[in-house]
């Protein structure tokens, strides 16, 4: 009796938290205005555009050729899919004939993109969790795949390799001995991250059954990447839409069924096997040939419009060019995964703790640029 | 469906559509704004079309018309659509929001309302999403200028 009395007159109420935007665990400059009542929280809003560059508007006065430059600092993790991605939708609209050289390269190298940029969000959901020694392992294993973009793209992150109609230039001579020579370390350290982290009983309690998102809704928020495989959804888009070779290639793609933050964080590991495992179906085989077919200096797009679909290591990057037939696109569109990704963080974080939701947005993988374009 | 299939079921329905050219990449259908909900609602829901995943909706600014852009895929078919639609009012362009048939399609509407000042009826959160609350004008149209943040060539 004396209990509900004291209850009732703890009269709780609800109030306003700002995650960000200078906070640890939303990697960049994101700001989330949280609802919370106590701990449990009612609503999640983001507020975006702190580093909004307006590259949309940039690439309606740029070359084709400029606006490549552009597209790596969206994604900086997957910069040389977004890149890619751009060169494939000009190649197509201009009906160019890639030599099979230049696709494998650019499939090897999309591939060590995806396993950096999973090894630094390995590293980091770790930090986030409070388990600070992952990052360093994390970031030694990307350390030499970044050492092998260095020596043949000349960068080690804004890589710029892609250019319409092919490669800036050939690869290294050390290329395929050293991406053997990491293939060969990382299968005997990935079961190490495995051993660190996955089976350690606090990370697990801290993601399973957290941020559960349903197939359908994962359909509906248009997830795509680790997100919307974490919930059964099959998008990778390099098996339904095949560009580059990966038509040439056999994998698996990486699925879980029960869409909580544990099977986004598996998805992700699957990921880097299968990606080892393509990488090494095709790093001894490079076709000879070309590296570039030539294009003219000013490359001008027929009168169209032309959408490309690319699997980034967050998801589904689309682009989309419609052109009047002059040397600059008449609009241009960049259809993010990471802001179709961030727009169900209020569906799945409502009703759980703050710490929930910094696990909840960690298998996300939110990169802030890449939303604010 | 292949797209000559697809637009073939399409035109047996009752709506007022225009296709596109057959050289377009994917099948493109113009439907008029009054239609546009209904249309939407059918495409998700007829079990051939099943429309259920809505990858990309953009705006185009074309000086005398506003047009909005919906890129929709089936993930049971795999086939792909593009519906357009567009509106000649400029100052204030009304259009319905597709927002309860895809969740997406909430926050992409906040974009196209952010950068192209595109009005969506029954829209839950209608608010600027990118820019803050006081901006004046619509960045993403043809006709913003802002001399102080633009080098204009």
Request: proline share 4%; aromatic share 10%.
């Given at each position: 009796?004396?209990?509900t ?22 990697h ?32 309606e ?13 969206m ?25 099979d ?26 930090m ?13 294993d ?13 960068a ?17 001579p ?25 089976g ?37 888009v390099?098996k ?16 879980q ?31 000879e ?26 998801g589904?990057?689309g ?6 037939g ?34 909840s ?13 | 469906?292949?797209?000559?299939a ?5 035109e ?38 099943y ?21 929709l895929?089936?993930?049971k ?8 639609t ?7 362009p ?42 004046k ?17």
């Amino acid at each position: 009796m004396e209990k509900t009395l004291l209850y009732e007159e703890l009269k709780s109420q609800e109030y306003f938290i700002n995650m960000g935007p200078q906070h640890p665990a939303t990697h960049g400059v994101l700001r989330l205005l949280l609802t919370v009542d106590g701990e449990i929280i009612k609503k999640v809003e983001p507020d975006l555009g702190y580093i909004h560059r307006s590259i949309e508007k940039m690439c309606e006065r740029d070359s084709y050729q400029q606006i490549v430059h552009l597209t790596d600092r969206m994604d900086y993790l997957s910069s040389h899919i977004n890149n890619e991605a751009v060169c494939l939708t000009v190649e197509n609209a201009l009906q160019l004939d890639i030599p099979d050289r230049v696709k494998v390269i650019r499939t090897i190298i999309g591939e060590l993109t995806r396993i950096a940029s999973h090894c630094l969000w390995w590293g980091v959901i770790g930090m986030d969790l409070g388990a600070l020694s992952t990052y360093f392992y994390g970031f030694r294993d990307r350390e030499m795949i970044n050492d092998i973009f260095e020596e043949t793209c000349g960068a080690r992150l804004t890589m710029n390799y892609n250019i319409p109609g092919g490669l800036m230039f050939d690869i290294h001579p050390n290329f395929v001995k050293r991406t053997k020579e990491f293939i060969t370390h990382f299968r005997n350290k990935l079961p190490e991250y495995d051993r660190l982290l996955t089976g350690n009983i606090i990370f697990q309690n801290r993601m399973k059954g957290v941020g559960i998102l349903s197939r359908e809704d994962a359909i509906s928020f248009g997830a795509s990447g680790p997100v919307g495989r974490g919930s059964g959804y099959s998008c990778d888009v390099r098996k339904h839409h095949p560009y580059s070779a990966y038509d040439k290639i056999s994998f698996k793609e990486a699925l879980q069924t029960e869409g909580d933050s544990f099977a986004r964080y598996r998805v992700r590991i699957d990921e880097m096997w299968e990606s080892m495992n393509i990488i090494e179906q095709l790093i001894d085989n490079i076709p000879e040939g070309d590296y570039k077919v030539a294009t003219n200096a000013v490359i001008k797009l027929p009168k169209g419009e032309f959408y490309q679909k690319v699997e980034t290591a967050r998801g589904e990057l689309g682009v989309y060019i419609i052109s009047t037939g002059t040397k600059n696109p008449y609009r241009m569109k960049f259809r993010s995964p990471g802001f179709s990704n961030l727009s169900l963080l209020n569906h799945i974080a409502v009703g759980g703790k703050i710490g929930d939701l910094v696990a909840s947005m960690a298998t996300l993988d939110l990169v802030i640029p890449d939303i604010d374009r | 469906m292949q797209t000559e299939a697809l637009q073939k079921y399409l035109e047996a329905w009752e709506f007022e559509l225009t296709f596109g050219e057959e050289t377009d990449q994917f099948l493109n259908v113009n439907v008029h704004p009054h239609q546009l909900l209904e249309f939407m609602r059918k495409l998700k829901s007829d079990p051939e079309t099943y429309f259920d995943y809505l990858f990309c909706l953009t705006a185009v600014d074309w000086e005398s018309t506003m047009e909005v852009v919906y890129h929709l895929e089936s993930t049971k078919h795999r086939h792909i659509l593009v519906v357009r639609t567009k509106t000649d009012e400029r100052a204030t362009p009304v259009l319905d929001s597709v927002s309860n048939i895809w969740a997406t399609a909430e926050f992409h509407e906040r974009e196209a309302f952010d950068f192209f000042g595109i009005h969506f009826k029954d829209h839950p959160n209608l608010k600027r999403l990118f820019l803050t609350e006081d901006w004046k004008g619509y960045p993403l149209r043809k006709d913003y200028t802002d001399e102080a943040n633009m080098v204009i060539k």
